[in-house]
Every structure is written in C-alpha cells, then in structure tokens.
C-alpha cells in the first residue's frame, strides 16, 4: 500500500498535466499504430504482388508456331505432335547467356489427334520438375508429381485425364518425330495448376479454366522425355530467374545481345511493368512511414515535456526516499512505476481506439497501382511499435530528474522549494 502510495499519491495540480500526458501518449499510440496498421497492411500487398508477378523472372521464347491454328478437326490423319514455339533456343546458348541466373527448360508441345469427325488436342509440356515447381503452381489431387528420374510418366490435369479417359496407372499413346507412338504413364492427377508465362490458347483443348485466354491444362513429362518425343535438345520457351528484381535490366541486356542475329526469339520481363504498377504505392507507403515518424517526434517529445515536470516536482520525494537509506535504483522506482503505468496504459488505450476507428479495408491513394484494397493489420511489429515509443516518451521525462538525484547532493535536493 505504501508504494501505491508513493507512485500515485501527493500529485495536486501536477495530476491535470498526467491527464494530459497520458491524453497525448493515448492519441499519439492512436495515429501512429493506425498509421503503422496501413503500412503493414500495404507492406503485405506489395509482398503479394511480389508472389503473383514475379518480377525477377524473365520469359525467352520463340515466335509462335501457326501451324497450332490450322491443326485439322476432322478426316483420317495420323497423329501429330508439333512444338507450340518454334523450337529456336539452344540450351547450352542461353545458359551461357544467362550466367549464374536460375534456368528454367521447356519443351512446350501440341498433341492433335483426329479421328473421323471428332479430334482431342492437348499440350504436353516437357520441364524440369524441381525448377519448374518454383515459379508455377501445382495442385496434386491424387498420385505424384514428376520427378528427374522418370521415364515415359506423366502429370495430368483433371480435365485432360477425362477427355483422355485414363487415370492413375493408365497410359495414353504420344506421336513421336520418328513416327513411332511413346506410351506415357500417368503417375499423377492436378486438380489445379497455374503455369507461368503459359502460350495462349489458339487451338481448342481441354481446360481447368475455360475462361482463361492461356493454357491452363495439360500433360507435364521431364525434359528428358519430352527431348524423346521431340526428337531434339532444342527449346520453344524457357523462364530465367535472376537473383534480385533489380538484377534484371542487365540480364535482359545480356540475353537481347546473345540472341541479337536471331529475329525470331523474344525476351519478356515483367519488373518495368512492376516498377511502374507499384511506384506510386510505395510512394503513398512512405508517406505514412512519414507521418507516423512527425507525429512520434512531435507529439513525444510534448508528452515528455508533461513527464518532465511532473518528475521535477517530485523530485524531493525521490531524493527523501535515498535520505532513508534506499538505493538509487530503488529511490527512483516510483517514478519509473508511475512512468511505466501512465505509458502502456496510453498505448493500450490508443491501440484500441486504432483498431476500432481503421477500417477493415483501406484503399491506398495510388494511380497506377492495381493490387487491391489494403486490409490494415496489426500485429506484434505495430503493438511492440506504440509500446516502445511510450516507454521511450517516458525515459526521456525521466532523464533529467534521474541524472540530477545522482550526480547532486541529496543535501541540496532536500532545499529545494517545489517549483
């Protein structure tokens, strides 16, 4: 009871400036942790776009095979297999071009069976399961996926899998460019996938997404069975990953210069898109880091001034308490208490007040950007953010008191009148 009373007691007219004080912690925690919820909340949706664009990864291909757009529907043909893309890239080529950047192969190809009045398309994809799985999405319903070492096995979708009639286990017959058919196993069925840098559709075949105007089903074999098929190394399209984002202007420099007597090979990027979609955003971002930051500096440091003269008015009080034989430490604990208490009961009150005036989604003030609502978030980054700055408020009102009760002479302290 003794020390209750020491922290809280004998106040008088200083007890309207801790109201205040605490008012302004309490509004200061309010603006700064609304703030900082937006940032985070956007922080997330850049993190996103990230995820979705992937800015780092650069798209070399090969023009486009016509030949998909007059693919017959309908007479007794025998069964082909052609290339979605030219095949035009040489592996070892662009590796060499790529550096140490990240090589993803494909071998995008077009199955087109035709049988009387009826015909059943699909894609047949040959890449390299452990890189590819990095940049694309797939969806394992049942069985497994690929993997380096397997031999005539294939991945299929869903939709693919009915329209081919096969399941685990089965196997469905693909032309070779030696004319002879390859019998692949399917070892796995996806109930969802999304291709990165996919071909468009230009030729009707079964699809996860009919409303999709990319590829978005298909047969998946390693790149080794899809050379089988093919008959050749070469590649129609291949994804580059470069170490960092900021990296890819010269990557892309390189590549165009590699490539540059061949006409019909393109390189495709997505970071100057990404730059531009996100550059007001972040922007927007830094100007509330911008607020946050002022009001921190403004209104803390008039929290403290409060604080400080609070401290200096009872300062008698702690330098009696070192009269009776406490310790330093121990002198000044009711203040640091006090402190302590009017800080983080300010920055719950504020955080609270935060969370119920910021709306659940918050549209960020950009012109280009197209990422969405930002849902503000509070977390233990914004929560351990108001609590330190009310703590930091604190020990800068009680610096000066501290400092004084230690370096003067208790004697001295004793003398001196209450301002």
């Known amino acids: 009871m003794i020390w209750v009373k020491l922290i809280f007691g004998g ?26 919820m937006v940032v985070e909340g956007a922080r997330r949706a850049l993190s996103q ?29 025998p069964p082909l297999t052609i290339p979605v893309y030219a095949p035009l890239i040489d592996p070892a080529e662009l590796q060499a071009a ?34 590819e799985r990095g940049v694309s999405s797939f969806s394992v319903a049942r069985g497994r996926f690929l993997s380096r070492d397997d031999h005539a096995a294939a991945v299929l979708d869903q939709a693919s899998a009915r329209a081919l009639g096969v399941d685990i286990g089965g196997a469905f017959p693909v032309r070779k460019a030696d004319g002879e058919d390859m019998q692949l196993t399917v070892i796995g069925i996806l109930d969802k996938l999304e291709l990165r840098g996919a071909p468009p559709r230009s030729a ?33 399209d291949a994804l580059i990953v470069a170490g960092s984002a900021s990296g890819v202007p010269n990557l892309v420099a390189q590549l165009q210069e590699a490539f540059r007597l061949e006409p019909g090979i393109f390189v495709a990027e997505r970071y100057s898109q990404y730059q531009r979609k996100v550059r007001d955003f972040v922007l927007t971002l830094a100007l509330f880091s911008a607020v946050s930051v002022m009001t921190v500096l403004l209104a803390g440091s008039f929290a403290s001034n409060l604080l400080h003269d609070i401290y200096v008015d009872r300062r008698r009080q702690y330098a009696t ?17 006090f402190g302590l208490v009017l800080g983080i009961a300010a920055a719950g009150i504020g955080g609270f007040v935060a969370g119920l005036l910021v709306p659940r989604s918050f549209a960020m003030p950009s ?21 330190v700055i009310a703590i930091a408020a604190v020990v800068v009102g009680l610096a000066p008191t501290s400092i004084r009760l230690v370096r003067q002479p208790l004697a001295t302290t004793l003398s001196e009148e209450n301002s």
């Open 204 to 236: 009707e075949a079964p699809s996860l997404n009919p409303e999709s105007t990319f590829v978005s089903s298909g047969a998946f074999v390693n790149i080794q069975t899809s050379e089988e098929i093919f008959g050749r190394p070469t590649l129609t």
């Open 367 to 387: 012109l280009m950007a197209d990422l969405g609502a930002t849902e503000p978030t509070i977390d233990w980054l914004v929560a351990g953010s108001i609590v």
């Open 321 to 337: 308490l070192m009269a009776l034989g406490f310790s330093p430490a121990m002198g000044i604990m009711p203040a640091v208490a």
């Open 11 to 36: 106040f008088g007219r200083r007890f309207v400036e801790a109201i205040a004080a605490a008012i302004v912690l309490a509004v200061t925690s309010a603006t700064v942790a609304s703030s900082l």
């Open 49 to 77: 776009a990230v995820r979705q664009d992937r800015p780092d990864i650069v798209q070399v291909k090969s023009r486009f095979n016509r030949a998909l757009f007059e693919t017959p529907r309908s007479g007794n043909l």
């Open 98 to 131: 790529a550096g140490g950047s990240q090589l993803v192969k494909r071998q995008s190809l077009f199955r087109n069976v035709v049988s009387g009045d009826s015909f059943l398309n699909i894609y047949i994809f040959g890449i390299d399961p452990d890189f």
